[in-house]
C-alpha cells in the first residue's frame, strides 16, 4: 500500500494512516489522548532542541532516518547535560512511499525512543507530491540539573579533549550506500544517554560537549575555539578512525576531521579529571574506542591544529561548502 | 543569492546562513548561545505540539509559510490552555531557493512569534535537491495551569458550540492562488492568543476547545463526538461564512464544513457560559465574527448533524480524502 495526497488531508485518512502505523508503535498514555498538544510534567530548567532528518537512503548499514531522528534529538539534548524526556515528531512524507516502510521506520523510532529513555508525546503528519521520500523533524525536550554548566564557551588552557570513538562510519556508510561500494562499514547512530549519564553521575566536570554530526570534528572544535577564544592542539596519532574507514578515505581523498558521525562525542574535561573521564567513556555503552586527542592552549586564540604524523602542524579550519548533501 | 548545497553542510555556508536570514530576525538571549539544545525556564505542567508546513504558495493574500507555521504551532498550545512561550524551527529549504526569500519568511516568522509572546530559541537547517521549495517544522512549548482540564473527551449534553468566526477563508485563498482566480479573499491565518486568554482570564468552563485547520470543522466535530461519545447538532444558518467565500464554494462546489482555516477555533462551553463566551471572543482580536452554531445532544453517541436553512437533517462525516493538498 502506498501513500497518496489523502493521507495528508487532515481527516480520515490521515487519521487511519496515524492510528495503523505510528500510535501502535510509539502508545503511551501522554500520545493515546490524541490532543493537539501533548500535556508533560516540567521542572525548573528545560532543555529544548530540534532536528530535521532528510539522509538518503533512509534505510542503510547499522540504521534507518527513524532511528537517526531519535539519536540526533536524543544526542543534542544529552550535549546540554539534560536528561532526554519527551519528543514530538513531525513526518513530511512523499506521494508513493510504501506504508511497509513507513511501518518499518516508526518501528525503529519507537525502539531506539525506549532505548534512550524519551516518550513519544506528540506527532505531525504532511503528505507532499513527490516518489517515496521521507523526511521527519524531532523536537525534544529535557530537563537539566540546577548545577550543570557545559558550553562550548567554557573551554579553559590546559583543558583535555576526549572523542569518544572512531570518526567517519556513519558518513562512509553513507558514501558506499550512494556510490554502490560494497564494504562491511556500518552506520555509528547511537544514542549515547549512558556514557553522559556515567560521566553526569560521577562528578566528572565538563566544560563543553557536543557530538560530532554534520559539518565533522573540525568544526566542532572551531566552534568551541571561537566560544572559549583558546586554542586546541590534537595529536593525529591519537586520533580513532578504523583501518577500513581509514582506506575509504585515502582512495576517495576525504578527511576524517570533517565526515559526519551519529554516535559520536568529543568532551572537554579539566586535566585532572581527564583519565577518570576518558575510564568512564571506554566503559560505557559506544565508548570502547574514546581516546585523548588533544589539549586546550592559549597560544593563539580561536584556532585549531593538528600535530601531524610527519611531524607537521596543520591548521584544522570549519567545513566551508557541502560534506555530504542529505548526511542526516 | 540563491540557496546551494553548501548551505546544508553543517559548516561555515550552513552558519552563515543562519546568521544572515535567521540569527538576524530571531534573535533573543537564549537562542543567541547557539548551543545544540536551547536551556529555558520550566513549570509544573508542561504543553508541547509540533506541526510541518508544506503549503504553496509558500507567500499568499494574508501570510506566508512563517506566519502560518508560527501561528499554527501557537494555537495547537492554546487549544490546551497553555499559555505558549518556547519553540523550535526546523528548516528543509530546496536548493535554489532565493535567500531575500528566506528573509522575508524569517522576518515574518519574528513578527508573528513577537505579537503571540512566543520566543523562537532553538533551530535546524537543512538543504535538500528541488527547485525552491521551504517546508517548516515548528515544536511548542507553554505552560498550564494544574487547574485547566480541556479535553475533545469533556463535552456533555446540553453545552453549546461556539465558531470563533467565518469559515473557509484560508483555503478559498490558497486555492485562488494555485487557480490564478483574482478576488480579494485573505487568509484568516493569526495567532489566537487574546481570544483564548480573555476566555480563561474570565473563568470560562472550556469543556473542549480545538483551531479548526486541515480537515474542516467537520472532522473537528466528529473528533469531539466521538472522543465525548455524544452528538453534535448544528444550525446551518448561524455558521458565519463571508458572502465571497459563500460564492466561491458554490461555483467551485466546495463544502466550508471542510475547508482548512488558520485563524478560527471552535469551543465547547456549558450553556450558563454560553452568552458571556460568546461576547468575550467577540470583543477579542480575531473574534468580530464569532457565532453559537449548535449545541451537545445526547440522541445519538457519536455523530454531528446539521440542520440545513431548507428543514433537512444532515449527517456531518469526518473527511474522507483530499481536502486540498498542501493546504498548510
Chains 1, 2 share one sequence.
Not at 513530511?92 to 511497509?100: A, N
Not at 597560544?299 to 604524523?309: P, Y
Request: a negative charge; aromatic letters at 4%.
Amino acid at each position: 500500500m502506498k501513500i497518496t495526497m489523502a493521507h495528508g488531508s487532515g481527516g480520515k485518512a490521515t487519521s487511519e494512516l496515524i492510528q495503523e502505523v505510528f500510535a501502535k508503535e510509539f502508545e503511551n498514555e501522554i500520545l493515546n489522548r490524541m490532543e493537539d498538544s501533548a500535556l508533560v510534567k516540567g521542572s525548573q530548567k528545560l532543555a529544548m532542541t530540534t532536528d530535521s532528518f532528510v539522509v538518503t537512503p533512509i534505510v542503510f548499514p547499522g540504521g534507518d532516518i527513524g532511528h537517526l531522528s531519535i539519536c540526533g534529538t536524543v544526542n543534542d539534548l544529552l550535549m546540554s547535560g539534560a536528561r532526554p524526556q519527551y519528543l514530538t515528531c513531525g513526518f513530511i512524507i512523499e506521494e508513493g512511499t510504501e506504508i511497509d516502510t513507513l511501518k518499518q521506520i516508526a518501528k525503529s523510532m519507537a525502539k531506539t525512543a525506549k532505548a534512550a529513555g524519551i516518550m513519544i508525546v506528540a506527532g505531525d503528519t504532511k503528505v507532499i507530491e513527490g516518489n517515496g521520500g521521507i523526511y521527519i523533524n524531532t523536537a525534544g525536550v529535557g530537563f537539566v540539573d540546577e548545577t550543570i554548566d557545559i558550553s562550548s564557551s567554557n573551554c579553559e588552557n590546559g583543558d583535555i579533549v576526549i572523542l569518544s570513538g572512531n570518526l567517519g562510519d556513519h558518513h562512509a556508510t553513507i558514501l558506499s550506500s550512494r556510490l554502490s561500494i560494497e564494504n562491511t562499514i556500518k552506520s555509528d547512530c547511537a544514542p549515547l544517554n549512558d556514557m553522559v549519564e556515567n560521566l553526569l553521575e560521577n562528578k566528572i566536570r565538563i566544560k563543553a560537549m557536543r557530538d560530532v554530526t554534520r559539518g565533522g570534528l573540525g568544526t566542532v572544535l572551531n566552534e568551541f575555539a571561537t566560544a572559549s577564544s583558546c586554542t586546541i592542539e590534537l595529536q593525529e596519532e591519537k586520533i580513532p578512525v578504523s583501518d577500513q574507514v581509514k582506506s575509504f578515505c585515502k582512495i576517495l581523498g576525504l578527511d576524517p576531521f570533517y565526515m559526519a558521525n551519529e554516535g559520536k562525542m568529543v568532551a572537554v574535561v579539566s586535566k585532572e579529571d581527564s583519565e577518570k573521564a576518558l575510564e568512564l567513556i571506554r566503559n560505557s555503552k559506544y565508548g570502547e574506542n574514546a581516546a585523548i586527542i588533544g589539549s586546550v592552549t592559549q597560544e593563539e586564540a580561536g584556532m585549531v591544529f593538528v600535530n601531524t604524523l610527519i611531524g607537521g602542524k596543520r591548521k584544522i579550519d570549519i567545513l566551508y561548502g557541502e560534506g555530504l548533501p542529505r548526511i542526516c
